[in-house]
């Protein structure tokens, strides 16, 4: 016997290791949130003004609202390969937890949209004339945010992945509830600009992604179930 | 049908529907250690729909099934341990070589041996760290046919397994079909091929289906909305199922 049936553990690190390498091959598409992000944000200043005082006005909101449209862009694929190759099937009978085979391909999906868009926002801020004080309530807020817009994005996809048109009805899913999500995301970076506490905000948006890591695996699992069956 | 006081996989009373057109009904079998099945009747008969209910991928029958005498969905962790599905679809990611899609596989249910020794065994020797997009379609195939090497459940659930694999392969496959009903273990397949397997049962869905002979009695309400759609089958047009 060359292994035994391996731990809820090994099971995890087995689909986490198979989806980055997955993600690692497809570097176009790697890189499709990133430069989306990148290029509406660099518009903005072009598109409204490049006058300071209005830049400082919109950064937050543009910076936030940006990063959640590069996010809602990369979801659409999130589990399409797998059902469209037969993995999605063979995930599903597995004797693995499915919540946490979901859950390693949400944490994947974080780390290549999310992740990369958090640790560039400063720059982008930077461009938009962001004052000093706001940068790290950015970031941390977009780290909270973006990880909870994987999780709610992650039911829209597996409700939607069955149909070969998803896109539109997946936006329309998802969006009524990143709406919360954006509007302390935003706010934290505002309040922070102008000298206020931001420990609610920060607060919300980490109640947020608690809520999100319990409960929405659980969903998309039963959403993955009923894509699936028919 | 069977010696042993609870065989290991039963089905009472199966039957399917899909787009609310009842497929099959009143499907009664009983596969002990060493049973090979082959699933027959003509496209749309509801064959893929059937091993799909029996994969665990669909919980949309009507009927009860049996694991060790324990029924579904009580048993089904224990289930989906024994157990191994083959569907239509490899399950194989293109992007990634033979030896990292195994390794998924072997974390998620474990196996008997190593994932080399079963690329070997299927013929793919050399090929562990090429990416699957540049194997042949047959060659795709035998990726997932290597999980039959590698796992050790009893319950093999096979659709098709032998699309587009070549004729020794198609032999080889019989061997393994053999081998796994000498050390006890249950098939469940279906294919268009004769196999040429000593211990072979055929069961055929058609029997199954409202409106014939088998079922008439036990469909009689739903025999003029079935009688229809059923004419149609037997003209041998392709119902899309799968």
Known sequence: MASQPSSLLGGFLASLRRDLLVAARHKAELTNPLVFFLIAVTLIPLGVSPEKSVLVLLAPGIVWVMALLATLLSLDGLFRSDFEDGSLEQMLISPQSLYFTVMAKILVHWLVSGFPVTLMAPLLGLMLHLPAEGFLPLLVSLALGTASMSLIGAVGAALTVSLRKGGLL??????PLYIPVLIFGASAVQTAIQGGAIGMQLAVLGAFLALAIVLAPIAALGALKISSNG | MSSSPSPLLELRDLGCERDERLLFSGLDLQLAAGDVVQIGGPNGAGKTTLLRALAGISADYQGQIFYSGQPLPEASWDFARDRLYLGHLPGIKKSLTPAENLAWYLAQAGG?????????????????????YQLSAGQLRRVALARLHLAEARIWILDEPFTAIDKLGVSQ????IARQSAQGGVVILTSHQDLTLP?????NLQ???????????????????NGLSGAQNDNGEVVAHG
Not at chain 2, 173 to 176: D, I, K, N, Q, V
């Open chain 2, 112 to 132: 008997r041996i190593s994932i080399d020794e079963a690329l070997a065994a299927v013929g793919l020797y050399g090929y562990e760290d090429t990416p699957c």
């Open chain 2, 173 to 176: 496959l019989e061997a393994l």
């Open chain 2, 199 to 203: 211990q072979l049962r055929v069961v």
């Open chain 2, 207 to 225: 029997d199954y289906r409202p409106g014939s002979v088998k079922s008439a009695a036990f469909h009689q309400t739903n025999l003029g909305l």
């Open chain 1, 170 to 175: 997946l936006s329309l899913i998802v969006m």
